[in-house]
């Protein structure tokens, strides 16, 4: 490539208004599992913004619906379990995920990659631990209270959940990849909430199953989490060619703490974009700048576009990151 690719997390939908038009009236889980409307919004920033990559619309409860668990994604809430998971009888209610529970993602990915030509388009898929979270809180949590006190007091069921999460999640990039997706995504959105004894004793080895296991599909995979500072070497090591930086991080620093071994994706903070243009470009010019000192950079946020951006300013970062990033 001849310039710094960029892509955005959540850059499908949240804050373009083709996109609010399209979904009115309609569920975001009936959106996701409806390979029409996924392929459409999909497309969507990608037109509008000449990113270098799409990202499939999904979310990371998808897969929990598809093996029947009862849950929906509530507008200015997000996944709510309609009965959390909080003992060993509960497990039975988690079945593994197989390529039938989910052949819409099968068929969309089909879709989209003939629509993108060369595009890229990159999968994803949530990693045990926050999906753990999810299942344990019911929905999401400021403090994680009761998935630590489970993680600690039953570490044996824990274990077992995050088991069968990573095979749910390890089986849903699997379908993605095999349907044509060229780079697959494991978001950890919750694992800044661990200290590092907690993640490398309890969700690292989880996290690492899901990585290695689509280890043979021979597609770039990233890891990323939120506020994971100083897990950033941990979840490097467990099996990833690019490490996610979230914007409370340098990538300068990110390169240090990793090593110097990975390829590096981000990290504009996401609240910049709504600053005088100055001042973001001057920001954007940094970023791409630090990340010239790393094996491979991915300019994107630090965390997914805010609904209320202007969808001017994300093209008009695009452009600069191009024209910055040209080699």
């Not at 039938?100 to 949530?126: C, M, N, Y």
Request: proline share 7%.
């Amino acid at each position: 490539m001849t310039h710094t690719p960029v892509w955005f997390m959540r850059q499908a939908g949240r804050s373009l208004p083709e996109y609010r038009a399209l979904r009115e009236g309609i569920a975001m889980l009936q959106s996701c599992r409806t390979p029409e409307l996924v392929t459409e919004i999909t497309l969507q920033p990608v037109r509008r913004h000449q990113v270098d990559a799409a990202i499939l619309f999904s979310d990371i409860v998808v897969p929990l619906m598809a093996v029947g668990l009862d849950l929906d994604i509530v507008p200015g809430i997000g996944p709510v379990i309609a009965a959390p998971i909080r003992e060993r009888a509960d497990l039975d209610r988690l079945p593994e995920l197989t390529r039938e529970h989910i052949p819409d993602i099968t068929e969309s990915v089909r879709l989209l990659v003939a629509e993108l030509g060369p595009t890229p388009l990159i999968g994803f898929a949530g990693a045990p631990f926050t999906l753990a979270s999810y299942l344990i809180e019911g929905g999401p949590s400021k403090n994680h209270e009761r998935t630590k006190a489970l993680m600690h007091g039953d570490p044996e069921l824990w274990h077992d959940l995050c088991a069968r999460l990573a095979q749910i999640s390890g089986t849903f990039l699997r379908v993605q990849a095999e349907a044509g997706a060229s780079a697959l995504q494991l978001f950890d959105s919750w694992a800044g909430h661990l200290s590092r004894a907690d993640y490398l004793r309890y969700v690292e080895p989880h996290s690492r199953a899901v990585l290695s296991g689509i280890a043979d599909l021979h597609v770039p995979r990233i890891h990323f989490g939120v506020g994971t500072g100083e897990l950033l070497a941990p979840m490097a090591d467990a099996g990833a060619e690019v490490i996610g930086v979230d914007y409370r991080v340098s990538l300068t620093d990110a390169v240090t703490r990793t090593g110097g071994r990975y390829a590096v994706q981000g990290n504009l903070d996401p609240a910049l974009l709504f600053a005088p243009w100055e001042a973001l470009e001057r920001r954007v010019r940094e970023i791409v700048a630090e990340g010239r000192a790393a094996p491979g950079h991915i300019f994107n946020l630090g965390h997914g576009v805010l609904p209320a951006t202007d969808p001017q300013v994300l093209s008009r970062v695009v452009e600069l990151v191009h024209e910055a990033g040209a080699r």
